[in-house]
C-alpha cells in the first residue's frame, strides 16, 4: 500500500508527497512533529501537518532569508535566529567568519533533537562555538534585549498557533529594540496567493510598515510551499535593500550558493502588479 502526506495549503487545495517511510513522530506541548523520508524531495520535516522543509528544496529558503541581509549590512557580528530549531538557517550563517556571535531561540527543543538525527545535514553547524541555543519564548527573550543584535532573522511557521505572538505590532517593536542603530530584521511573510495567507501577508506588513522606516517583501519560488510561491520582509532602521546592496565586496567572499546571487537579490524586490497592490493598500 503506497502512502502519502498531504498539506493543505487552502480549504479546496492540498498538495501531496508519496512517503517511503514514516521516521519520526512526536507531540510536544507545543506541537506535533513529523519527519518523512520521500522519493522525490528527500526527507521532510512537518510540524503540525505543515511542510517546514524538504532536503531537496530548503536551500532556497535558507539562502534567501540569510543572504539578502547579510549582503547590505557591511558590519554584521551579533545574530539574533528565531525559530530555524532545523539548524539551516545557522548553516549558512556560520559560513561567515565575520560574525561572533549567533543566539538560537527556538520554542520547542524537540525540534532540535529530532532535527540532529534525522536531518544532520541542516543541524551540522548547531554545535558551531559562537552559536549559543536558547530553548525560550522569543517575546520574552527578546524583551531583555536593547541596541544588543546587528540581524534578527525572523524563521518562524505561519502566524498560527504557538508562533502566532510572532507576527504582532508588540513583536517587531521588540525586535527594533533589539536591534543597534543600523540593524536588519527579516522574517517569513508566507505566500500571497491564497485569500487567507494573503490577508496575514497584509496584516503584518502594515505593523512592519508602522515599526521600521525602511520596509520592502521580496520573494522566492519554493516548489513545496504554498503555491510555490514564498515571500519575506526586509525591515532596517537604517539600509535600503538594494541600494545599499554590497555585491562586489559579497561576490569577493567566495560563498557558493546554489539559488542566491546578488543579481537574483535585486530582482527579487521587483514584484508582481498584484502583489504591489496589496502591499500598496496597507502602507
Known amino acids: ?23 519520526y513522530s512526536a507531540k510536544t506541548e507545543f506541537q506535533q512533529i513529523d519527519i518523512f523520508d520521500t522519493p522525490e524531495f ?28 547579510m549582503s547590505v549590512h557591511p558590519y554584521v557580528r551579533d545574530i539574533l535566529v528565531i525559530g530555524a530549531g532545523d539548524g539551516g538557517v545557522v548553516k549558512e550563517l556560520t559560513r561567515y567568519k565575520t560574525i561572533e556571535r549567533i543566539d538560537l531561540v527556538e520554542m520547542d527543543p524537540q525540534v532540535i533533537e529530532a532535527c540532529r538525527i534525522y536531518l544532520p545535514e541542516n543541524a551540522c553547524r548547531l554545535d558551531d562555538e559562537r552559536v549559543h541555543i536558547y530553548f525560550d519564548n522569543a517575546l520574552r527573550f527578546i524583551r531583555r534585549c536593547k541596541n544588543k543584535y546587528d540581524l534578527i532573522i525572523v524563521d518562524s511557521t505561519d502566524p498560527f498557533g504557538p508562533y502566532e505572538g510572532y507576527f504582532t505590532r508588540e513583536f517587531y517593536g521588540i525586535c527594533y529594540n533589539a536591534l543597534r542603530e543600523d540593524g536588519i530584521m527579516v522574517n517569513q511573510q508566507g505566500s500571497p496567493f491564497y485569500k487567507h495567507d494573503a490577508e496575514e501577508l497584509q496584516r503584518s506588513h502594515k505593523r512592519i510598515v508602522n515599526t521600521f522606516p525602511i520596509s520592502r517583501v521580496y520573494q522566492a519560488h519554493i516548489p513545496t510551499y504554498a503555491a510555490g510561491y514564498w515571500l519575506f520582509g526586509f525591515a532596517s532602521k537604517k539600509y535600503h535593500p538594494i541600494d545599499d546592496l554590497k555585491a562586489k565586496e559579497w561576490t569577493e567572499l567566495g560563498l557558493e550558493t546554489q539559488y542566491y546571487t546578488p543579481r537574483l537579490h535585486e530582482g527579487a524586490f521587483y514584484l508582481p502588479k498584484f502583489l504591489e497592490r496589496m502591499l500598496e493598500e496597507v502602507e
Open 1 to 23: 500500500m503506497e502512502m502519502w502526506f498531504s498539506e493543505f495549503h487552502a480549504p479546496d487545495v492540498k498538495h501531496s508527497l508519496r512517503v517511503n517511510k514514516h521516521l
Open 42 to 69: 528527500g526527507r521532510v520535516l512537518a510540524l503540525d501537518g505543515n511542510v517546514m522543509l524538504t532536503e531537496r528544496d530548503e536551500f532556497i529558503y535558507d539562502e534567501m532569508i540569510t543572504h539578502v541581509p
